[in-house]
């Protein structure tokens, strides 16, 4: 059973617009969640993370929402660029980190 | 200041052989933790090393075993390959063992058996 789920396998958007990212958890003892980038023959790069105990964090572009109630997790990435094309992986941790199987982010110019 | 590396990048093995992947963290480094990510999914975690234990583990049998040595740097090790462990092995570091700590990967190793 999969415990975190991204159930778009790819998203495009046009540059300068809201790319929104969505991720689902069904653990309730995940308590910190993370979002991580990768590009082709590299390895994820972190991104953003947020804590259990608040609903939002903002870095530059890029902020996560997290909804617990709904076991729901969103990236918000505004203004959207090309060089954001990538495939974004959100992960949730209770101790150990459980991946989701990624969304393919293409931005065009 | 040279991030995570692994070594090799690509390896080619048949079923039933055993297989030495290495992972050097990144400088001021302490944690190393292994995942494998199969075609079209995302990582999925075998283990971390702390202190030169392991000290999580996921849901990987035992043919999957690592070390961790005094400066740090790791190796996984896979008995019995099969050809469902064709992967992607990925090695990220981290500073501390702890709640939030922020994992820094490599470019990974890919492993094909045939």
């Known amino acids: 059973d999969q415990q975190v789920k991204q159930n778009s396998p790819s998203l495009s958007v046009q540059e300068g617009r809201i790319s929104i990212l969505n991720c689902d958890y069904t653990?309730?003892?995940?308590?910190?969640f993370l979002w991580y980038k990768k590009y082709p023959a590299e390895g994820p790069t972190f991104l953003i993370s947020?804590?259990?105990?608040?609903d939002k964090n903002e870095d530059g572009r890029f902020t996560v929402f997290l909804n617990k109630s709904a076991k729901h997790l969103s990236l918000h990435i505004v203004p959207s660029q090309p060089g954001d094309s990538a495939v974004y992986f959100c992960a949730a941790k209770a101790g150990k980190s459980t991946f989701g199987d990624g969304t393919t982010l293409t931005v065009k110019p | 200041d040279a991030g995570v590396t692994q070594s090799p990048t690509h390896l080619i093995k048949t079923r039933g052989q055993q297989v030495t992947l290495r992972c050097s963290p990144k400088?001021?480094?302490?944690?190393v933790s292994w995942y494998q990510q199969a075609l079209g999914q995302g990582p999925q975690f075998i283990f971390q090393?702390?202190?030169?234990?392991?000290?999580q583990r996921g849901n990987f049998p035992d043919r999957f075993s690592g070390h961790q040595f005094p400066n740090y740097s790791s190796e996984l090790n896979v008995n019995a390959l099969l050809l469902g462990d064709s992967a992607l092995y990925l090695c990220?570091?981290?500073?501390?063992?702890?709640?939030?700590?922020?994992?820094?990967f490599g470019p990974g190793t890919r492993l094909l058996v045939l």
């Open positions: 090393y702390y202190e030169e234990e392991e000290r």
């Open positions: 400088s001021g480094h302490d944690t």
């Open positions: 653990n309730s003892m995940f308590d910190y």
């Open positions: 947020i804590s259990s105990i608040k």
């Open positions: 990220a570091s981290s500073e501390t063992f702890g709640f939030q700590e922020t994992q820094y």
